[in-house]
């Protein structure tokens, strides 16, 4: 028994929940094409070189942990760096009509996929494009949904951003950060409610913004 908990809590059970869950959700990355434009097109946009992190798909072991632990979500859930829209497909799965999904990104060519799946899929997602330090946060903001979209300068423009619009936030608003690279840039005006990050600041971490 302690053998089993010893493994599951290890780096190496981590390992191997990420490829559990990657695994039993393939036919979806498959349907949804979403590591096509990621390993066959370099990026060619000025902005996506310069301080950013080009599209990879958040892994489904974290959406489902973040999911678990906010059960509900009503208001706007906002994924940032949305890229093909897998996590925004996976919250509105779950989330249903009692969320409203956006997603923004700089790059053309990833949004065109994203918004081609959602007339296919009959999805409510907007999509938007959008360099993330000019986005207005809209005030029934509940869910901010960041998977190591950017690097430090470009985070702390967009920290800022929320912090700035905090005032007009009509509710509360969590923010999960995945592959939390910079977690650092929310130490002051976070709350930090659930963490699960190794060494390497691979894991997930949710934040609520102080008012
Ligand atoms: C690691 S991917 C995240 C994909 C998606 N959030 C998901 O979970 O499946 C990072 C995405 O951030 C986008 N991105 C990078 N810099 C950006 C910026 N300044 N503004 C908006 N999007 C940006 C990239 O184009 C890329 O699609």
Redesign the pocket.
Known sequence: MVLVKNVITSWYGFLYKLVFFEVINIHRSYRYKEYEKSFRNPANNK??LED???????PYYFLSLLVKKLEKIEGAVI?????SG??LRYFERIYQESGKYIG????RE?LSSAKSLKQKNNSQIEYIE????NFKFPKETRLI?L????GKK?MSMVVNRIVQSSKKFTGEVFIAYVSPVHFELFESSFEKIYSNINKSRKGIIIYRLLK
């Open positions: 902005l996506l950013s992190v080009e599209y990879i798909p958040s994924d940032v760096g949305c890229g897998r996590a923004l990104d700089i790059d990833i959008e360099d993330a330090t949904y998977f190591n979209p950017f470009t």
